[in-house]
Every structure is written in structure tokens, then in C-alpha cells.
């Protein structure tokens, strides 16, 4: 049952983490058309990256696994600009923690990343 459980959260979670890291891609170029690319621009995106690591972390195991969609294994994944209270680190080292973290997490990166592209999601106008 946990790995169907898994198979289904690890779908769910999907848009929200290739959402951010589609916009963490250094090598897109239509990103960096956006933006003059320097030495400051590059360690602020740097930076804002670092903040995030769970998105790293979980699209490169998407991306390079040989069978497809696969569930992301248990790790000790932190994050400083989310999880952090007053400076101290709060592990995700549940699975439970990372899926109840994940859109939230995502969520503070996209944001976090399209103001430094420079870029503005259309808002409803409800």
C-alpha cells in the first residue's frame, strides 16, 4: 500500500516541482533573455537556488531515472527560506513532512524566481 501511496503523492507533487525547476534551469536561454546575465545576477539566482534544495534535489531524481515518474526516495532535505525558525534548520526526513511541505516550498521558489526573471504571472480578477 505505502508504494502505491507514494506513486500517487510523487504524481501530485510533480507540476509543483518542475514548475520552480523549469525556472531554475541555468542553460535556458530564453530565461536569461529576461535578464542581463553578470556576475551579481548569476549568484543572486545562485542564491535563490541554494534556498530551495528539495527542488533540486527532487527533479534531478525525476529526470534521470530510467523508468520514468518514480518516487522520490527518503532523504534529509532541508530548507532554509521555509523550514527554518529562527535560524535553525528543520529536517524533511519524512515522507509525510515533504509532501505536507512540498506545495509551499514550490509556491515560495516560483514566486521567489519569477520576480527575479522579471516575470508576472497573470492573476485572476475575481
Request: with cysteine; aromatic share 12%; net charge negative.
Amino acid at each position: 500500500m505505502f508504494e502505491r501511496w507514494l506513486e500517487g503523492i510523487t504524481r501530485r507533487l510533480y507540476p509543483h516541482f518542475m514548475s520552480v525547476h523549469q525556472l531554475m534551469d541555468l542553460n535556458d536561454e530564453k530565461l536569461w533573455d529576461l535578464r542581463e546575465c553578470t556576475e551579481d545576477s548569476y549568484n543572486e539566482w545562485d542564491r535563490i537556488c541554494r534556498r530551495y534544495p528539495v527542488v533540486n534535489v527532487w527533479a534531478i531524481y525525476q529526470l534521470h531515472s530510467s523508468v520514468g515518474l518514480r518516487a522520490m526516495p527518503s532523504s534529509w532535505l532541508t530548507d532554509e527560506g521555509v523550514l527554518s525558525s529562527a535560524g535553525k534548520l528543520t529536517p524533511l526526513d519524512t515522507y509525510r513532512k515533504l509532501v505536507d511541505s512540498a506545495p509551499d516550498i514550490c509556491r515560495l521558489a516560483r514566486e521567489e524566481l519569477e520576480e527575479f526573471w522579471g516575470i508576472h504571472p497573470k492573476r485572476s480578477s475575481t
